[in-house]
Structure formats: C-alpha cells, structure tokens
C-alpha cells in the first residue's frame, strides 16, 4: 500500500498536479504511521536460573567461616545453615538442630518439611526433593526453621534446579498460528489484486489508447484489492489485547498466548496460592470432648483457649514456620494476646525433634518459681506415645486423624506437663504429659475458585490440578473447588504407567498429587498428544517446563519465581484463579472481535474493488481515483483496527466450547457471507452507477453520488459486523465510543469535501443535489436493513448445519 500511494503520487507529479501528489504523499505517511508492531521478546530463562541457584554461601573454609558468592561453592565444600538463608547447593545433613526447609521452589508442597540427619548420609544416594525427615537438601530452598551443617554433593547443572534449566533448554515454543494464517491471507488477495490490476491496465491501455489513465485506474484497483489491513489489524488487536489483559492485572509476554486463550480446552493449574490463598490458618481445633472449625477472624471459645496457649508455648517466638505462625495469629485472637501467654514465663530448654522422636518440647518457669511446665507438640501418634494413652484413648485419636486428614488437612498433637526440680529428663520421654487435644491446619481455598471453576466448566474448559501436596490434601481441595473427576492419580503410579495408560487415564482424573518436574512436563505433553489446547498456571522453577510446553504459561506474578515468569506467556499480578477465567473471558472476545474484523474488511474490498474495476472493463469514466482510495483506507483501518476490537462480548461468549484451534481465521462460512454482503453492496452501487449514467449526470457529480453512497454503504457494513447475534436495535444501542467518534469523523469530513470548493476540487466532485443525497441515505439503510435479515437467517442456517452433524 505504502509503495502504491508513492507511485501514484510520483505519476500525479510527473503530471504537474502537485496538489493530489501531496495529498497522496500525506496519506502514504500515515497510512506507514500505522505499522505493525512485531514481538522482539528474549529468552532469559537461563539466565534467571542462574541468578537463582547463585545466593550468598556460609562455609567452612580454612578453619573459619566465610561468606562466598553461591556460584563459588563446590563439592566437598561444608555449608553452614542458618534460619532465613536459601540453599547454596544440593548437599546431605550432616548436623541439624530443628530444621525446617521450604521445598515448595522444587515440589509445590505447601508446608516446610522437617530435614533429620540420618547415620548413612554421607554414602547414600540424593533422592528426590519432597518428604519429611531426609537428610537432603536442595538449591535455592529456603531455610524456614532451625540450623544445621551440610556437605555439598552437586552443583550447577548437576543439582535439581540445574537439570530443570536443561530441560528448558531442550523445549520448543508453540508457533504463532494466526501470524501464520494472516501472512497466508496476505501472500493470496495480494497475489490476486496485483494480477487483475496487471489485467486491467492492459484491457484499458490496448482498449483506449489511454495508458496514464490505465496506469492511475491499475494503482486504484490495486490500492482496492490490497490487504494492506490484514497485519495492521492483527497487530492492533494483539497490541489492545495486551493492554486489555494488563487493565484485569494480566500481564502478556508473548501475543501468541491472546490467539490461543479463546481455544483452550483444558487448565491445569497448581494448588499452592492459586486455589488456595497461600497461607497456614487454623482449620479445627478438638480434643474428646469439643470440635471447632473457626471462621475468619473468630477467637476460640473458652475451653480450647489453653488448647491454643500450650501449642504456643510448644513453639519458637518470632518463627518463619507456618503453622506456628498460624497458631501465633489465633492466639492474638484471645484476650490478652500473644504476650500475654509468655507474660512472665522464661524458656529454660528446648527439646529439638529427632527422626526417633518426631515432637519438639519447650520448657518454662515462671519467675522465682522451682516447678518447670513443659510443652510439646508433634505428629500426633508421637504425642499420643509420649501421652501414654489408653486403648480407648487410642481409638479415638486413630479415628480424629483419618476425619480430618480426609478433610485436607494437616495435624499437629498437643500435650502438657507439669515438671518439679531444677534438674530436667535428659529426653522428652522423661516428663509425665497430659494429653490436650490436635490442632489442625490448613491453606484455606480462594473464595471466589468455585465459581470460577463452574464459570470454566460452563465454558466447556476443563480444570486440572497438579501438585506437589499430599494425595489428601489435593483431593479435599479439589472438592470443595468443585473439580470433576474420578480418584487421584498420584506421582508413584504415575510413574509406573506407560504412555498409553497414562493418556487413557488423563482424561478422567482431574487430581494429580505428589507430581514431580519431570512429571508435570508429561502430563502437559499427554494433554497436548490426546489433542487438548493446554494453559499451565505455575509459580516455582519446577513448573518452569512445563510452563513452556504448554500453550499457555501462567506463571505467578507475586509469588513466583524468575524462571517462571519467564518460561511463562503470561503473567498473573495478583495470583488469583479468578484472573485466569477473566483471562480465558478476554481472550475469547479478542478472537471474536478479530474475526469479525476480517470478515468486514473482505466484505468492504469487494464493491470498492469492483467500483475500480467496472470503468476499466466498460470504458466509463473513472469514479475511484487513488485519492478515493485512500481517503476510504483512512476510515477502513481505524474501523477494523480500533472500533471492531472496542466492541463488547458477545451475551452468550462464556457459553459456546472452545473453538478448535485448526479453525481458520476465515472459514469457508465466513468468506461466502463476506461475499454476499460485499456483492450485494457492489450490485447496490452499480445500479446507482447505471441510473446516474442513465440521468446523464456530469461526471464529477457522479462521481460524488456513487462515492457518497458507498461510503454510507461502508457504514452499514460496520453496523452489520459489529454482532453475530445482535439486533438492528442493537447494532446502534451497543456501547462502543470508537465507533460514533469514527462515524462523526467521517460525517464531518464527507460534508467538507461536499461542500467547500477546494476540497470538491480536490475530490473532482460536482454539487450533491438533495434528492441525490436521498438516494444515498436510502442506498445505506436498505443495505443495512437486508442484511441484517439475511444475516438471521443465515445464522439459523449454520446453526442447524452445525446440529444435524
């Protein structure tokens, strides 16, 4: 188009009109102005990892202890562990006091897990990261609880997080389809237009003897039959879906994602601070009497207050550790507070847990006073033991840890002793303790994650998730999210099932629990072989594969990590499911709206062309010129490119299935009624065409009849297009500023060049009587009206073609 308008104006010169020379050149200026904006984004996946396997190190070297840059570490090195501090490298225990490592980076288990020292570390082999009570511990976890010393067995590359940016490495991004398709579209109309304007200005050379007119009528047929719009409105429309996404707190790093969001078919998200809100709360609260399930912000009643006291005081002041700060918070609930249970107490000892002896007790004296009050809290089976519990006693807990861990949620027992003397037992087992009760915990579900997983299912989108969290845990909050399915799959038998099985049982289960990286990336790959469109949701550097391999990667804008933000296509600001359904929503509407720009700019293309070309065939006079042409591109793109994409979702938007992501951006269907309307309006414009010649008008004056009234003609179009569904009502009734603004732009230009000398000069336009113009008005609402019935009933017919197949 660019090089049209400077032909045409370079001819207009070389003719001596510098007037219509410039007026083309300004056009072809801002027709440039309204380039493509192409994706230059880089991959800094890699580099990220970097970054993050780098923390700051404590060793021992020489004797002392030194701070080095994590990159400096290597095996052999010995790591000291301090609360706060990530993990420099893979490394085995070898000296722990009340360790409590977050491994949700690798695992996405919600809770820290206890690290012990076990006899034969130093020769065992590293196992996977997740699980209670092993010695191993992982780069780029963090250290919630406790300290310890370490021996560095792997680095770089070799460690856990190192094979996950291998496995990046090796990934392939999805192409962008629509680029594809919108380059193909292109190479075609292009192909054709350039072909019937070669024709045509050899018909009207040899035929005429007139090869200047020939030349100016060939760029104006051109100009006409050019999809110059096509990139232009891809462009826009990604660019404005972008922007759009960014005002729901969604931000997009690759503009294929907003193409394939209206296709997704299946959502595979992660638990941890997705569905859940990403923090430990107080769940239940019993002892063999009395249950209670808080609400928010509520203070337990009175009999369970010394309940909430003792795990307190059975904890460390000021912790990183979850559950101790959510037992800390609801005893800021009770009178008095916090300080109020340690008002006047002392810590005397702490007993740390040991694999033996999975409880950990605190023991305090009150000032001036002899008598110690031990407190302890652990696996509840262990406090049971220390309890001494009878039988019945026994039964009863048995039964309260089966109810509550089918329920999601995770156990803490608490006890209490009462201790005289100064000296103190050597272990835990030497205090007489008095059985409490069991606190429970648990990441509460996000509460609008129901009503957006129906909002899916509606939608026809299935919703997966795939953790790193314990089989129990996962499948209570998949219930109470609403999550449709038969059983868990878990990591060990996933695992253990081939390619095949695997694909059979996929479409069933929508629970996956104890999910390795590696096995994340096959779930992702066995959605996308059974012919699922996949969007993957993940905030830790385990999800970051397959984040990429997904068609759409979600990654967590708050919460996660570098690696996942970038191996990501977009990113969530405020880590809310909700987001990813107004995402899904917004994605759908892009598409939509993109379609229906297409089909308005084939439909608009094809009177134009045929006004440009019907005078070439028949030796009329000329009614389009390339500054006709022009003038109508200036409408067209703003038109497609700004008012189409402006326009608001279709009512029934969230409740058609996922459009299949081989569907072209123009179908069959879509081309023939673009046609239809293109023809219909052409026969409109020829029809006044043949009268005006048959009136014997002059040929500036008709030249402005047949251009005023295709260019109402034009705005008809637009009117059409703007719904599949809507009424003519409601083609003027819907909400859209751009597109009033673009029709009194035009309004307001069209009664200038009808009006004002130089401007008609300009136009080569004759007077437009009012009995003229009435035709004009008449052309434009009669087009709109029948094609809005036609547009009914060719609605009704593909949606029974749709049916009967």
Same mark, same amino acid.
């Given at each position: 188009m660019f090089a049209l308008l400077l032909g045409a104006g370079a001819i207009y010169l070389f003719l001596g009109d510098l007037t219509d020379a410039l007026m083309l050149l300004v056009f072809a200026c801002v027709s440039i102005s309204i380039s493509v904006i192409q994706e230059l984004r880089s991959e800094r996946v890699l580099e990220a990892l970097r970054d993050m396997t780098s923390p700051r190190a404590l060793?021992?070297?020489?004797?002392?202890? @030194? !701070?080095?840059?994590? !990159?400096?570490?290597?095996?052999?090195?010995?790591?000291?562990?301090?609360?706060?501090?990530?993990?420099?490298?893979?490394?085995?225990? &070898?000296?722990?006091? +009340?360790?409590?490592?977050?491994?949700?980076?690798?695992?996405?288990?919600?809770?820290?897990?206890? @690290?012990?020292?076990?006899?034969?570390? @130093?020769?065992? #082999?590293?196992?996977?990261?997740?699980?209670?009570?092993?010695?191993?511990?992982?780069?780029?976890?963090?250290?919630?609880?406790?300290?310890?010393?370490?021996?560095?067995?792997?680095?770089?590359? !070799?460690?856990?997080?190192?094979?996950?940016?291998?496995?990046? $490495?090796?990934? &392939?991004?999805?192409?962008?389809?629509?680029?594809?398709?919108?380059?193909?579209? &292109?190479?075609?109309?292009?192909?054709?237009? %350039?072909?019937?304007?070669?024709?045509?200005?050899?018909?009207? $050379?040899? /035929?005429?003897?007139?090869?200047?007119?020939?030349?100016?009528?060939?760029?104006?047929?051109?100009?006409? %039959?050019?999809?110059?719009?096509?990139?232009?409105?891809?462009?826009?429309? %990604?660019?404005?879906?972008?922007?759009?996404?960014?005002?729901?707190?969604?931000?997009?790093?690759?503009?294929?994602?907003?193409? %394939?969001?209206?296709?997704?078919?299946?959502?595979?998200?992660? @638990?941890?601070?997705?569905?859940?809100e990403n923090r430990m709360t107080i769940a239940e609260l019993r002892t063999p009497t009395e249950t209670w399930r808080p609400a928010a912000g509520a203070a337990a009643p009175g009999p369970l207050i010394e309940l909430i006291a003792a795990a307190l005081l059975a904890s460390g002041r000021d912790s990183f550790d979850p559950m101790e700060r959510a037992i800390a918070g609801q005893a800021a609930l009770h009178p008095g507070g916090v300080d109020g249970v340690y008002a006047g107490l002392a810590l005397v000892r702490q007993y740390g847990l040991r694999s033996e002896l999975l409880a950990m007790t605190n023991v305090w004296r009150r000032r001036n006073e002899l008598q110690g009050l031990a407190f302890t809290k652990g696996a509840p089976e262990t406090i049971g033991s220390l309890c001494r519990l009878d039988a019945g006693q026994l039964a009863w807990l048995r039964a309260a840890l089966d109810e509550m861990a089918r329920e999601g949620v995770r156990v803490l027992g608490v006890a209490r002793a009462i201790h005289t003397g100064l000296e103190l037992p050597e272990d835990q087992k030497g205090f007489a303790f008095e059985f409490l009760g069991l606190v429970g915990f648990a990441d509460p579900l996000r509460t609008n994650v129901p009503d957006a997983v129906r909002e899916c299912q509606s939608a026809g989108v299935r919703v997966i998730m795939v953790t790193g969290d314990y089989p129990a845990t996962a499948e209570a909050i998949g219930r109470r999210a609403g999550l449709t399915g038969r059983g868990v799959i878990g990591g060990g038998e996933l695992a253990h099932l081939d390619d095949t099985s695997v694909a059979a049982r996929i479409r069933t289960v929508s629970v996956f629990a104890r999910i390795l990286p590696e096995q994340k990336l096959r779930i992702v790959n066995a959605l996308k072989a059974d012919g699922e469109i996949v969007a993957m949701t993940g905030d830790g550097v385990n999800d970051a594969p397959a984040l990429k391999s997904a068609h759409i990667g979600i990654a967590m804008g708050g919460r996660g990590t570098d690696v996942a933000r970038e191996a990501s296509s977009i990113v969530l600001l405020d880590d809310d499911f909700g987001s990813i359904v107004r995402t899904i929503r917004l994605g759908r509407r892009i598409y939509d709206n993109l379609r229906k720009a297409i089909a308005y700019i084939v439909a608009v293309h094809v009177p134009i062309a045929g006004l440009a070309l019907l005078p070439l065939l028949f030796g009329f006079p000329l009614i389009l010129t390339p500054i006709h042409i022009a003038f109508l591109e200036m409408v067209i793109d703003p038109a497609c490119s700004i008012v189409f994409e402006a326009e608001p979702d279709e009512d029934d938007l969230m409740r058609r299935p996922p459009r299949s992501a081989e569907s072209r951006l123009l179908s069959g269907g879509m081309a023939g009624w673009s046609l239809f309307q293109g023809l219909l309006s052409f026969?409109?414009?020829?029809?006044?065409?043949?009268? $005006?010649?048959?009136?014997?008008?002059?040929? +500036?004056?008709?030249?402005?009849?047949?251009?005023?009234s295709l260019v109402l003609i +034009? $705005?008809?179009?637009?009117?059409? +297009?703007?719904?599949?569904?809507?009424?003519?009502?409601?083609?003027?009734?819907?909400?859209?500023?751009?597109?009033?603004?673009?029709?009194?732009?035009?309004?307001?230009? /069209?009664?200038?060049?009808?009006?004002?000398?130089?401007?008609? #000069?300009?136009?080569?336009?004759?007077?437009?009587?009012?009995d003229d113009l009435g035709i004009t008005l008449l052309a434009g609402a009669t087009i709109l009206v029948v094609l809005q019935l036609a547009k009914s009933y060719w609605r009704k017919v593909s949606q029974a073609a749709e049916d009967s197949n």
């Amino acid at each position: 188009m660019f090089a049209l308008l400077l032909g045409a104006g370079a001819i207009y010169l070389f003719l001596g009109d510098l007037t219509d020379a410039l007026m083309l050149l300004v056009f072809a200026c801002v027709s440039i102005s309204i380039s493509v904006i192409q994706e230059l984004r880089s991959e800094r996946v890699l580099e990220a990892l970097r970054d993050m396997t780098s923390p700051r190190a404590l060793v021992i070297r020489d004797g002392g202890r @030194k !701070r080095i840059p994590g !990159r400096e570490v290597v095996r052999g090195d010995a790591i000291v562990l301090l609360e706060g501090d990530r993990v420099p490298a893979d490394s085995v225990l &070898v000296a722990a006091n +009340n360790l409590l490592i977050d491994e949700s980076l690798l695992t996405g288990e919600s809770a820290p897990v206890r @690290k012990l020292v076990a006899s034969d570390s @130093k020769e065992a #082999d590293m196992a996977r990261p997740g699980g209670e009570d092993q010695p191993f511990l992982f780069s780029g976890t963090l250290i919630v609880r406790g300290d310890g010393l370490a021996i560095v067995r792997s680095t770089g590359q !070799r460690s856990e997080i190192g094979k996950i940016g291998q496995t990046l $490495g090796k990934i &392939v991004a999805e192409p962008p389809r629509l680029r594809q398709q919108t380059r193909s579209l &292109v190479r075609n109309f292009a192909a054709a237009g %350039m072909a019937a304007s070669l024709l045509a200005v050899l018909l009207y $050379g040899f /035929l005429r003897g007139d090869w200047l007119q020939a030349v100016l009528g060939g760029i104006a047929l051109g100009m006409s %039959m050019l999809p110059q719009e096509f990139p232009l409105v891809l462009s826009a429309f %990604m660019v404005m879906g972008a922007w759009r996404l960014s005002q729901a707190r969604v931000l997009t790093r690759r503009a294929a994602a907003i193409e %394939m969001l209206g296709s997704a078919t299946v959502l595979c998200t992660d @638990k941890t601070g997705t569905l859940t809100e990403n923090r430990m709360t107080i769940a239940e609260l019993r002892t063999p009497t009395e249950t209670w399930r808080p609400a928010a912000g509520a203070a337990a009643p009175g009999p369970l207050i010394e309940l909430i006291a003792a795990a307190l005081l059975a904890s460390g002041r000021d912790s990183f550790d979850p559950m101790e700060r959510a037992i800390a918070g609801q005893a800021a609930l009770h009178p008095g507070g916090v300080d109020g249970v340690y008002a006047g107490l002392a810590l005397v000892r702490q007993y740390g847990l040991r694999s033996e002896l999975l409880a950990m007790t605190n023991v305090w004296r009150r000032r001036n006073e002899l008598q110690g009050l031990a407190f302890t809290k652990g696996a509840p089976e262990t406090i049971g033991s220390l309890c001494r519990l009878d039988a019945g006693q026994l039964a009863w807990l048995r039964a309260a840890l089966d109810e509550m861990a089918r329920e999601g949620v995770r156990v803490l027992g608490v006890a209490r002793a009462i201790h005289t003397g100064l000296e103190l037992p050597e272990d835990q087992k030497g205090f007489a303790f008095e059985f409490l009760g069991l606190v429970g915990f648990a990441d509460p579900l996000r509460t609008n994650v129901p009503d957006a997983v129906r909002e899916c299912q509606s939608a026809g989108v299935r919703v997966i998730m795939v953790t790193g969290d314990y089989p129990a845990t996962a499948e209570a909050i998949g219930r109470r999210a609403g999550l449709t399915g038969r059983g868990v799959i878990g990591g060990g038998e996933l695992a253990h099932l081939d390619d095949t099985s695997v694909a059979a049982r996929i479409r069933t289960v929508s629970v996956f629990a104890r999910i390795l990286p590696e096995q994340k990336l096959r779930i992702v790959n066995a959605l996308k072989a059974d012919g699922e469109i996949v969007a993957m949701t993940g905030d830790g550097v385990n999800d970051a594969p397959a984040l990429k391999s997904a068609h759409i990667g979600i990654a967590m804008g708050g919460r996660g990590t570098d690696v996942a933000r970038e191996a990501s296509s977009i990113v969530l600001l405020d880590d809310d499911f909700g987001s990813i359904v107004r995402t899904i929503r917004l994605g759908r509407r892009i598409y939509d709206n993109l379609r229906k720009a297409i089909a308005y700019i084939v439909a608009v293309h094809v009177p134009i062309a045929g006004l440009a070309l019907l005078p070439l065939l028949f030796g009329f006079p000329l009614i389009l010129t390339p500054i006709h042409i022009a003038f109508l591109e200036m409408v067209i793109d703003p038109a497609c490119s700004i008012v189409f994409e402006a326009e608001p979702d279709e009512d029934d938007l969230m409740r058609r299935p996922p459009r299949s992501a081989e569907s072209r951006l123009l179908s069959g269907g879509m081309a023939g009624w673009s046609l239809f309307q293109g023809l219909l309006s052409f026969a409109a414009l020829a029809a006044i065409f043949a009268a $005006g010649l048959f009136r014997q008008l002059p040929e +500036n004056e008709l030249r402005a009849l047949v251009f005023v009234s295709l260019v109402l003609i +034009n $705005g008809g179009l637009i009117l059409v +297009n703007r719904s599949s569904s809507g009424s003519l009502l409601q083609a003027f009734i819907r909400p859209n500023l751009s597109l009033w603004v673009l029709l009194s732009g035009v309004a307001a230009v /069209l009664a200038v060049t009808l009006t004002w000398q130089p401007a008609m #000069d300009l136009f080569r336009f004759g007077p437009l009587h009012l009995d003229d113009l009435g035709i004009t008005l008449l052309a434009g609402a009669t087009i709109l009206v029948v094609l809005q019935l036609a547009k009914s009933y060719w609605r009704k017919v593909s949606q029974a073609a749709e049916d009967s197949n």
